[in-house]
């Protein structure tokens, strides 16, 4: 398969001005002839879904919650990235671009990067016209603060709420067009599989999740904003609920996946503390801006913060990379972390743990200061722990926070597929190999709010009259393969749980292709998962029934996704022969222990094209070309 990007023509900071002035329009009157499906209600397909019915398009959006306002982008705490310059500090559209293309160790597609900067600055103007409660300066001005791997401060926040804020945003935006009668809501409703209709995503497969029923959906074109697969690790900071079904099965159907082993692993969450844990909980990178990070010196020194003395402290951060210090950015902050705890320097009860220091910081600004950036993430600690944070260091250590990989797109956010639109963290294309930390709300909010209404009309313009009807064959096949699932799973009648299933490939998936991957690793592991899920078809138990609320049904299918995702990104780190961002192979590093990239071989994006069940994949790639930036190792030094 060739795999065409569909990237403008002209210098990096026009692309976008003239994407949109060659793009093909639908009129005003037309566009209520389209229907659109939107696949998630999170910030990405929140905000899609408002400003498709805003612009006169029909609109359906799903969520399998009880609320849009449930998606799990109410999660993410410290901030959202644009480039404002507010602080008069250096910053700019290009500062932005570089930074993120930099962050992604230079795996990430030039055009798509430089658009969401130039878009960024909108963002933060549509947001606070909604409402959006952003910290202000004393003047009045919106306020902003650092985060991981940028020096200046373009980060707007909302204390440690941000994500909530910014979604209750989209959410009004999205509740007015559901009044209005222009969005049709469908709440507890999950998309089991994509219709695909003479090579064009013209449909979807769902389930109701109170009832049982399976319903079909037509539509001119599908939007996927169903977030990230992280949870194919088990333990993360996702909700438990976020799985990846929808972009799964739209794999199966023939959209490729791209660079499905870029996992990005988060260096300020609350330590694993028993095998007993469903999730695990984020501390905002945000913290980093007046927290240092820190171990003993000594190995298996074991006293008490406070009884450590300055001397004996080793700030590892600062010392290494003298020109970031605590605000390294993530992949590189959270391998540190692991090195330092493999010395057996680490700390708490397992060892497996930093610490995360606020005494200077209290010291210099008073108590009253860092309560009021970060007081509700020093509640959530101190329920969460039994541990007055003001009083004594947090306790962090990296964990799975999020997905870089996803569904191929091109420059108008299609997949390969005609008529199946990925946005927010479900596609690959902004991130790379690391995603720095606020930018995900960012792309979330650009794709939605900005970028699809003004490409999806050059893909619709070409479509009207050809939204099939769901008596159309291809919905028949599609729901059989659904209901052939389904019956699967419910007469197994096995002897094992569905979540005993998914915490044994969690340990799998988080122990060879976790923070450190090597060859040998990710060989056993490409052993164990089809053991593990042959076993799993044979011996899983999913009790109740299919029409009603069967809460264990919806979780069997999503762990049997997450096996053959598992598989898919273990082979995708195994072809990966080098180490970029967040995919480190042990094999690949340079002598101080950092990543250690292959420009001349690996400089593309791997796109997997599904061959069918008990097939290997394709590997189809898309080369990556720099016209603006040279690509460089990264030194945060």
Known sequence: MKLDAKIPSGPLAEKWDKYIAESKLVNPTN?????????????????????????????KCLTFHDSPRRAHSIAAQGGINAAKNYQNDGDSV?????????????????????????????????????????AREYGGGLANRSFGGAQVSRTFYARGQTGQQLLLGAYSALSRQIGLGTVEMLNHTEMLDLVVVDGHAKGIITRNLITGTIERHAADAVVLATGGYGNVFNLSTYARNSNATAVWRAYKRGACFANPCYTQIHPTCIPVSGDYQSKLTLMSESLRNDGRIWVPKKVGDKRAPGDIPEEERDYYLERKYPSFGNLAPRDISSRAAKQVCDEGRGVGETGLGVYLDFSDAINRLGESVIRERYGNLFDIYKEITDENAYEVPMRIYPAVHYTMGGLWVDYSLMSNLPGLFVLGEANFSDHGANRLGASALMQGLADGYFVLPNTINNYLADQLGNCPSTDHSAFDEVEKDVQDITSRLLN???????GSFHKEL????????????????????????????????????????????NQS???????????????????DALTREESCGGHFREEHQTAEGEALRNDAEFASVFAWE???????????????????????TRNYK
Request: proline share 2%; net charge negative.
């Open 492 to 498: 197994n009648k096995g002897k094992r749980s569905v």
């Open 553 to 571: 049904l919806e979780k069997a299918g999503r762990v049997a996704d997450f096996m053959e995702l598992g598989e898919l990104m273990c082979r």
């Open 94 to 134: 290009y500062r932005l671009f570089y930074d993120t293309v930099k962050g992604g160790d230079f795996r990430s597609r030039e055009a798509n990067v430089y658009r969401l900067a130039q878009v960024s600055a909108n963002i933060i103007d549509q947001c606070a016209a909604q409402g959006v409660p952003f």
């Open 31 to 59: 566009k209520r002839k389209y229907q659109v499906v939107v696949v998630g209600s999170g910030l990405a397909g929140g905000s899609a879904a408002a400003t498709l019915a805003e612009l006169g398009y029909k609109v």
């Open 610 to 632: 599904h061959q069918g069940d008990g097939n290997e994949p394709v590997l189809n790639k898309e080369l990556l070309e720099y016209e603006d930036i040279k690509m460089a």
């Open 506 to 549: 969690g340990n799998i998936m988080w122990t060879y292709c976790g923070m450190g991957r090597t060859k040998e690793g990710l060989e056993k592991a490409l052993e164990l998962i089809p053991q593990l899920r042959e076993e799993y078809w044979k011996d899983v138990n999913v009790p109740g029934e299919e029409g009603e609320l």
